[in-house]
């Protein structure tokens, strides 16, 4: 399976990083040597072979729902690029 | 005492127990060490102040014979590791500027034991790659040279800075995280001991995420010794990773005996791959008789699957990437695009990411993102979570056959020149982890040990491969192994 400049650019949309039309035949060139590379598990034979879930058997600890951390809402905002008014701040999503 | 930096971890909290020197004098011999091995670009946040007040406060617990593990011996950590006030930066833009609030739980259990943190350590962005070139800091370089020839090596990655550190004499150990190979090769390359335990061992909070199926922290040791003291420290359960195991931590230094009577070793056939240096052949055969003299006994072993290994992880770790770094998005920490008029949200998360994430990144984020996409989950991450499972169950068949230990080469070559890959293509530089990344599909302890070096001179490891949560005796065969080996080089100054 390879892939074209359409797709390449659907995955870059998806992945929400912005590649330049220009970029676009080399990134092709990179994903179908990186999918080629990947075809190899076509020849495993997989019938009946469970998905791995966890790679250590163990079954994940229950807790208690309840709030244990919170008020920390300065050290939260403190690496942020735009915090105002106690606020992440971002553009303007909707009109 | 002179040259304190070259000292082990074990040597040093034996001085220091003794009083032959002071955690002071020792952070001190470090942080200029540090200071005149700019060449090396090793270290790229430095701490000297921090360093020192908490050499000061380890000096003052020592006197006051209240001395926890690991009191007074000065680490470096890698910069995955989030590090409360100081910068995290994984090896990325996007994370430039990022002061955490808080200390990852395997940094914190350091702490607590003693340590004293002399800085932060470069690293491939995001621990995605094989050479320390991918990292926003620029190349680490390897302080050893071929010969006499000065071309700049790669001291190996994602690890490069811990590996070149350690390797240097600039810190006494240092913390690596291992995700198909981060930590043993680089270790490989610059003749130290690394070990990645078995998957839950050390907590992941606080650790900047790659493939968190995958991740694992482990140190970077000058002796198989320093590396058992360490990973005792580094290990424990945490609440605060649901995948912690929880489970004893044994004092595995203790567990160091030397003696590999009768013990199991397995040589699989499929390590041998085409196009092998003779060297590394050669090596491989040398500790396999060393394991032999030391009374083990040494079995032909077959893992199948072994070939599919990296093609599973070049799909897996992807897909694990591309949902774990969707969180750097220029809104809650880090970088952000500087935007046109009338660039909405979409705009900011798109220029951020292209500005934030380097290439390798990038293409890594992409491919996990096509992986997962609708149509293709099926037929490319279903399909290699399946065989995962399969790689998985040919160590789980061996290990039930009463096999101890894997013996493998750790690398397929020794370091290469920074700048040989630039032109191959992405998959040339995936192969170097084609030894090590079996280990982490598997979720297995795997460690590499110095045994030789090259005609050139280079170092070379031998890996070994255990069996889940049994780390005291694989850290107890390469032991056995490091004695026999007797390594001792170390690389000519020339920084």
Same mark, same amino acid.
Request: aromatic residues 6%; hydrophobic residues 40%; contains cysteine.
């Given at each position: ?22 970029? !676009? ?9 990186i !999918? ?23 079954? !994940? ?12 809402q ?22 | ?41 090793? *270290? ?5 102040? +921090? ?25 470096g950590?890698?910069? +995955? ?42 690293? %491939? ?84 995420? *790659? ?8 140190? &970077?040791t000058?002796?198989v010794?320093?590396?058992?003291? &360490? ?8 609440p605060?990773d649901?995948?912690s ?24 056939? /499929? ?6 240096? /003779? ?12 394991l ?17 290994a ?5 799909v897996?770790?992807?897909? /694990? ?11 809650r ?6 935007l046109?008029?009338? %660039?909405?949200?979409?705009? &900011? ?5 292209? /500005?934030? *994430?380097g ?19 099926d ?15 040919? *160590? ?10 894997i ?8 370091a ?9 293509d992405?998959?040339?530089?995936? +192969?170097n ?20 070096? %090259? ?32 390594f001792?080089a ?6």
């Open positions: 399976m390879s892939i074209d400049e359409t797709t390449a650019a659907r995955v870059a949309k998806l992945a929400r990083i912005k590649v330049e039309d220009a970029a !676009l035949p080399a990134l092709v060139t990179d994903f179908n040597r !999918l080629g590379f990947i075809e190899q598990l076509n020849e495993v034979d997989i019938d009946g072979v469970e998905p791995m879930t966890s790679v250590t058997p163990q079954r !994940l600890k229950r807790r208690d729902d309840v709030v244990t951390d919170g008020n920390q300065d050290k939260i905002l403190s690496n942020a690029p735009d915090a105002r008014e106690g606020f992440f701040a971002v553009p303007k999503v909707m009109e | 005492m002179s040259d304190l930096n070259k000292l082990g971890l074990a040597q040093a909290r034996d001085a220091l127990r003794k009083g032959d020197t002071t955690s002071v004098e020792l952070t001190a011999a470090c942080l200029s060490a540090i200071e005149a091995a700019g060449a090396l670009n090793a *270290f790229v946040h430095k701490t000297p102040e +921090l360093a020192l007040d908490q050499a000061r406060a380890a000096d003052a617990r020592i006197a006051a014979g209240d001395a926890p593990a690991m009191c007074g011996l000065p680490l950590i890698k910069d +995955l590791f989030c590090t409360k006030g100081v910068p995290s930066q994984a090896g990325s833009r996007i994370l430039e500027g990022f002061l955490p609030e808080y200390e990852s739980t395997v940094s914190q259990n350091l702490l607590d034991a003693g340590t004293v943190m002399l800085g932060k350590l470069n690293m %491939d962005e995001f621990a995605m790659g094989s050479s320390n070139e991918t990292s926003v800091y620029g190349n680490a370089v390897n302080p050893w040279r071929r010969g006499n020839d000065d071309a700049a090596l790669t001291p190996g990655g994602s690890s490069g800075g811990s590996a070149a550190a350690v390797s240097a004499d600039l810190c006494l150990a240092a913390t690596g995280t291992d995700t198909g190979g981060s930590i043993r090769q680089p270790a490989a390359f610059t003749g130290i001991v690394g070990i990645k335990p078995t998957y839950g061992r050390c907590s992941r909070w606080g650790v900047v995420a *790659f493939a968190s199926s995958l991740d694992q922290a482990g140190p &970077m000058k002796s010794r320093d590396a058992a003291m &360490m990973l005792t420290t580094m290990c424990g359960h945490d605060k649901s995948t195991a929880d489970l004893a931590v044994p004092d595995f230094e203790a567990m160091l005996t030397g003696d590999i009577k009768g013990k199991q070793i397995g040589i699989p056939r /499929e390590y041998r791959m085409d196009g092998m240096p /003779e060297e590394i052949e050669t090596l491989w055969t040398q500790g396999t008789d060393m032999r003299d030391a009374g083990a006994s040494i079995v032909d072993i077959t893992l199948p699957h072994t070939k599919y990296l093609p599973a992880y070049y897996i770790a992807p897909a /694990e990437a591309s949902s774990n770094l969707a969180r750097y998005d220029g809104v920490y880090g970088h952000r695009a500087t046109g008029q009338g %660039d909405g949200i979409t705009e &900011m998360y798109e220029k951020t990411r292209a /500005e934030g *994430f290439p390798e990144v990038q293409r890594r984020v992409m491919i996990g993102t096509y992986v997962l996409s609708a149509g293709f989950y037929a490319y991450y279903n399909r290699a979570r399946r065989v995962r499972t399969l790689i998985k169950k040919d *160590f789980e068949n061996v290990f039930a056959d009463g096999i101890d230990a013996l493998t080469p750790a690398t397929p070559s020794a290469f020149g920074l700048g040989d890959m630039t032109d191959a992405p998959i040339q530089m995936y +192969l982890d084609v030894f090590t990344v079996t280990v982490n599909l598997a979720g297995l302890p795997g460690i590499s040990v110095p045994v030789g070096q %090259d005609k050139q001179g280079l170092p070379m490891g031998l890996q070994l491969i255990g069996r889940p949560w049994d780390e005291g005796d694989l850290l107890n065969t390469a032991y056995a192994l490091e004695g026999a080996a007797g001792v170390k690389p000519g100054k020339w920084w």
